[in-house]
């Protein structure tokens, strides 16, 4: 997919301010950290359209980004950052519940995990959650140029294995430094819209 036009719409946190209107949306989720933002900038050959850090909890707010009048991509903070009150993640979990379980636009969810690591208790948790309310997922096991080519079987494996992932889920294995898995993420992703 060749994108013309990606900007930012709002930051929301609550649905009074989400967009208006009914362009399908695709979700990004996954542990904070993991390269969400970076995988939005990677898919819209945007330097630092989305935020990103090298330190994990930069994304707070949902971010939708309109991506040519045809998608809104939403930017959701990562879960899993141990250095936040347990009001402020209990305030985050109802924001993502609330989106992710009532929003009619929400075409599929896009769940980002590091290839590197087995996935975490939250990463299976965040799979299950998304399945259990009948979401359709796309699994992108990102930073693939961290590891060996060699080793990137043996991993997706595991990916697959501790996500116990379902008959008819993708997995793609990316990386937004080198692009790779940049046309099968966008494949997947319009075969949901
Ligand atoms: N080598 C490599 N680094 C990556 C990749 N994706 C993300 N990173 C790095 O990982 C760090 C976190 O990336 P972000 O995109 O900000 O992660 P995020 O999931 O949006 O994080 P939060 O907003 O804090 O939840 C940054 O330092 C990125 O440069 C990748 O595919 N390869
Ligand atoms: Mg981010």
């Keep these: 997919m060749k994108v013309k036009n990606a900007e930012i719409v709002i930051s ?8 208006v209107g009914h362009l399908p949306e695709i979700a990004l ?7 969400k933002s970076s995988f939005i900038n990677k898919m819209l050959n945007r330097k630092n359209l989305a935020r ?13 980004y309109n991506i040519d009048d045809i998608l809104h991509f939403v ?8 250095r936040v009150s347990k009001t402020e993640r209990a305030a985050w979990g109802k924001m ?20 590197r690591h ?15 309310f009948g979401l359709s997922v796309i699994i992108i096991a990102t930073k693939a140029d961290k590891i060996p080519k060699g080793k990137w079987q043996k991993h997706l494996k595991i990916v697959k294995e501790t996500l116990e992932l379902e008959e008819g889920d993708e997995m793609i294995l990316f990386s ?12 997947a992703i319009k075969s949901f819209l």
């Design 118 to 132: 087995k996935p975490t208790q939250d990463d299976v948790m965040m799979y299950d959650f998304l399945k259990h």
């Design 52 to 64: 990103t850090s090298s330190k994990p909890g930069k994304t707070q707010t949902l971010n939708f």
């Design 29 to 35: 989720a996954g542990r904070s950290n993991v390269g």
């Design 96 to 115: 993502i519940e609330t989106y992710l379980t009532n929003r009619e636009q929400l075409k599929a969810v896009v769940l980002i995990v590091d290839v």
């Design 176 to 187: 937004s430094e080198t692009a790779q898995g940049k046309d099968t993420a966008w494949n």
């Design 75 to 82: 930017d959701v903070p990562g879960y899993g950052y141990a």
């Design 12 to 19: 929301a946190v609550k649905p009074a301010q989400y967009p």
